[in-house]
């Protein structure tokens, strides 16, 4: 599956790149200065003014994943306009496919998706919305398009090998007696391991066995917590046994913190914060702030804007210096695209400079903007891709922020029957251009039969994107009142969708392994991210050794070097 475009995306260029996959089920490859499409703008229902143009007319198959991608640009326009894709059944309905902001002078690259919910026919259409009426005709050019079908097997096989998808670096290290031997090469989830064992005398030590435990994950992939964790023996028992990261649903914001003016309680929190340390579990803090007016604690909601930024002011203070240096990350506006309660009463740059604060007080930890649908939902512009990537490039370009440690938080609260997986690989694609980590924070799924098969399929989309470097899924046990995504019944048995995310856990990890040398004294493997401890020994000598070793995506392949002293 083509990830050529990949860095391109939100780029605009003198001349459109070759569309992908030749084009696919359409071939519109063009190969020219592009075809220019034109239409005068029509009113919509919600008084936006839009250009709506046909490019084909394809059939889809039930279950097949589509991919779309095409270069675009506009004129007799403004200066930008967002340029959509979408797809038309017989029936009318229209489906969201992605979108890009398009601009004049230059190429952008539109790329989106669609998965099949039914066998038929559908019209593509290339959309300009506009809030600002221009009499002037509005023009498209669009040239190498393509949509390229997959099957869900070869979707997932693509995922698989993503997994194992090699990327060229080029850097030589040394530790100790472990040798990192780079070959230029890095792999995503998984490295080579090159063990090479000798005898004193330094003989190759042929047969000699090399026993191989993972002590923990280089991935993080965790699972929200709520107060239940406190009090439930239980629930403490089935998270510390699955989870080493987490962030809580409720007990850090600020509603919860401080209910009344002036008046600190983070006594929960508190204890949730120490029964994660003590089990080895980090924390992704959430939120420090929350810019829907309806998730304000009640006395903050009507304050006026020099009060409001008193209290905002003491509240950041109070929150991340309390718990600077224990957390892997911070969000500090939560959900700034949908909402914009602080900007309304403090101003335009009022999500920066909480931004800069938060950096100054705690300049080690990750700085997170958390927001929702920009994954899960094609039909919801408000949080696309591009509009995330120009937000957060806003917060970053403030004047203080420079060093700031960003990351991308994408919620991914899936509501549709089908998630649209191919749009969903798209968003990713287009922030992962940022250069940024990217997380994967709330992620849950609306119920129904197909719950446990659309959980497996989001986490596996995320889990093999090379951007993704951390999962959170917001579910438990019933027992801790996890209604909406439950992963264990009353007695802490897995659910369906349980028994995925257990499945998960066990499938992305090396767990125990085994190998024997050759006659060179060499054995390879390959091993996911994370911590091991290695015993050898050999059925000839009574001796044996043991190493410690670390395998990250920063290093490439590992040689172990081990000698037996006897």
């Not at 991608?69 to 029936?91: D, H, L, M, P, Y």
Request: hydrophobic share 40%; aromatic share 10%.
């Amino acid at each position: 599956m083509s990830t050529e475009n990949c860095t391109i995306v939100n780029q605009c260029l003198a001349a459109p790149k070759r569309a992908q996959y030749g084009g696919g089920m359409i071939g519109f490859n063009q190969r020219t200065n592009g075809s220019t499409l034109s239409s005068e703008l029509g009113v919509s229902n919600d008084g936006l003014h839009n250009t709506t143009l046909s490019l084909k007319t394809v059939k889809l198959e039930k279950g097949n994943l589509y991919t779309f991608s095409a270069w675009v640009q506009i004129s007799n326009g403004r200066e930008s306009e967002t340029v959509a894709v979408a797809f038309k059944a017989s029936n009318g309905e229209l489906v969201p496919g992605g979108e890009t902001m398009a601009k004049q002078g230059c190429w952008s690259l539109l790329k989106g998706g669609i998965v099949a919910e039914f066998t038929g026919v559908v019209e593509i259409l290339l959309m300009v919305v506009v809030s600002v009426y221009s009499s002037k005709a509005m023009e498209i050019r669009v040239d190498n398009v393509s949509l390229q079908p997959f099957t869900a097997k070869e979707w997932r096989s693509h995922q698989d090998k993503s997994i194992d998808k090699v990327i060229r670096i080029n850097r030589v290290v040394f530790i100790a007696v472990v040798y990192l031997s780079l070959v230029n090469l890095i792999q995503v989830r998984k490295k080579k391991v090159s063990f090479k064992v000798t005898y004193a005398n330094g003989t190759a030590a042929d047969g000699a066995l090399i026993l191989i435990l993972q002590t923990k994950s280089g991935f993080p992939f965790g699972c929200g917590m709520n107060h239940y964790i406190v009090t439930d023996e239980a629930y403490r028992q089935w998270f510390a046994s699955r989870f080493k990261v987490t962030s809580f649903t409720n007990e850090m914001k600020w509603y919860s913190t401080e209910k009344t003016r002036g008046v600190e309680n983070y006594t929960v929190a508190d204890a949730m914060v120490n029964f994660a340390e003590q089990n080895g579990i980090s924390i992704r803090g959430h939120n420090v702030f929350w810019d829907n007016r309806v998730m304000q604690p009640k006395w903050v909601k009507d304050l006026p804007p020099a009060e409001l930024m008193k209290a905002a002011t003491r509240r950041l203070n109070s929150v991340v210096s309390r718990y600077a240096g224990r957390l892997i990350g911070w969000d500090v506006m939560n959900e700034n695209l949908h909402f914009r309660f602080f900007k309304d009463k403090l101003g335009e740059n009022a999500s920066s400079m909480f931004y800069s604060m938060a950096y100054h007080l705690d300049p080690s930890t990750t700085l997170f903007m958390n927001e929702y649908n920009t994954i899960e939902n094609s039909k919801d512009h408000t949080a696309t891709a591009c509009k995330y990537k120009e937000e957060l490039e806003k917060i970053l370009s403030f004047p203080g922020n420079a060093g700031l440690k960003a990351a991308i938080g994408l919620e991914g609260h899936f509501r549709d029957p089908k998630p649209n997986i191919a749009f969903m690989r798209s968003a990713l694609d287009i922030l992962g251009t940022m250069g940024l980590p990217i997380w994967l924070t709330e992620v849950d799924v609306g119920g129904g039969p197909d719950q446990a098969h659309n959980l497996e399929d989001i986490l596996r989309e995320g889990y093999s994107h090379p951007a993704v470097e951390g999962i959170i899924i917001f579910g438990g046990p019933i027992a801790a009142g996890f209604k909406r995504m439950t992963l264990a019944n009353y007695d802490f048995e897995p659910t369906p969708v349980g028994e995925v995310v257990d499945k998960l856990i066990n499938e992305w990890k090396s767990g125990r392994r085994q190998v024997r040398t050759d006659g060179r004294g060499m054995s390879e493997i390959l091993l996911f991210h994370g911590d091991y401890r290695v015993k050898v020994s050999h059925p000839l000598i009574n001796s044996s050794m043991s190493i410690n070793f670390k395998v990250t995506k920063e290093t490439e392949n590992i040689t172990v070097l081990l000698q037996f002293d006897a």
